[in-house]
């Protein structure tokens, strides 16, 4: 059932469901909680209360909001943490990656963990010969034409980019959710105002955070040439010792929603292991 929560510039939707621990997950831009749909029931079953929250301008929230940057999607996500009783282990995808590590180093008494899955959360360079990669290459394209030409056809066409090889079961549907949400001129504008945010702010948060982060990185991940040099220069950035990385055979921009039951073990492992080590 959606809720909604009211903050400084508008209404953010949201779900939860299960008891214990708090979980949130945030999706990345030009998306919805949806992404989230075949985590929800596994974390839930493990002991988990899991909120899904939809980010300012998409799904079911709002969309008239002054600014679309990692620092802005910060604070809404520890609005809504503070709204359901924190603190929380913040999972956040993409974008929400870089606003989940400016949270953690905003209020650290509110993040417990971090999980940052496909993450822009650091400063972005295009070396020559990364455009020699031909994955990242057709990526880059249609990312950056759908934000500018404000193009539905071409986001899609970066999605199908994004999910190398296997694709969940509902597919279709998931597309066809995209496509219909997009078609919304203020989601597209959503979409755009991420899209040209910078991811600078998050990076300069990096040295920041105190507690252990997780990043989660497909191998073939459309967004950078070699997704593992990424993520392993966010671990880099971190505080020594709080940050780990996993790769994901074959999975692209979205392995939570690729491979939902490995990003689910990886979770719930690192989780433990943080847990041993109190």
């Not at 939809?54 to 002054?66: F, H, V």
């Not at 997780?214 to 010792?241: K, N, Q, R, Y």
């Amino acid at each position: 059932m959606t809720e909604y929560l009211a903050v400084d510039g508008g209404t953010l939707a949201y779900e939860v469901a299960g008891s214990g621990p708090l979980i949130v997950l945030a999706h990345g831009m030009g998306d919805s909680r949806a992404a989230y749909r075949a985590v929800i029931p596994p974390l839930v079953a493990a002991g988990y209360r899991v909120a899904a929250v939809d980010l300012r301008g998409c799904g079911e929230s709002s969309t008239d909001w002054p600014a679309w940057s990692r620092t802005a999607i910060a604070g809404d996500l520890l609005a809504v943490i503070r709204h359901l009783g924190g603190p929380a282990v913040l999972v956040g995808h993409s974008i929400s990656g870089g606003a989940a590590t400016i949270a953690a180093a905003q209020e650290p008494s509110l993040v417990t963990n971090v999980v940052e899955l496909a993450p822009f959360t650091r400063k972005q360079s295009i070396r020559l010969g990364d455009l020699r990669v031909k994955r990242f290459r057709r990526g880059m394209l249609r990312l950056l034409g759908a934000g500018v030409f404000g193009s539905v056809p071409l986001w899609r066409s970066y999605l199908d980019t994004a999910y190398p090889g296997v694709k969940p079961a509902d597919w279709a549907e998931r597309l066809g959710r995209v496509d219909s949400l997009l078609r919304q001129p203020d989601r597209m504008k959503a979409l755009q105002g991420m899209g040209r945010s910078a991811p600078t702010d998050a990076g300069a948060q990096l040295g920041n955070v105190d507690c252990p982060v997780l990043v989660v990185m497909g191998t073939l991940d459309p967004d950078w040439a070699d997704p593992h040099a990424e993520g392993s220069a966010i671990v880099d950035a971190l505080p020594s010792g709080l940050g780990r990385l996993e790769m994901i055979e074959g999975a692209g921009h979205y392995p939570h929603d690729q491979f939902p039951d490995q990003v689910v073990s990886l979770m719930l492992a690192f989780l433990r292991s943080d847990a041993a080590r109190a």
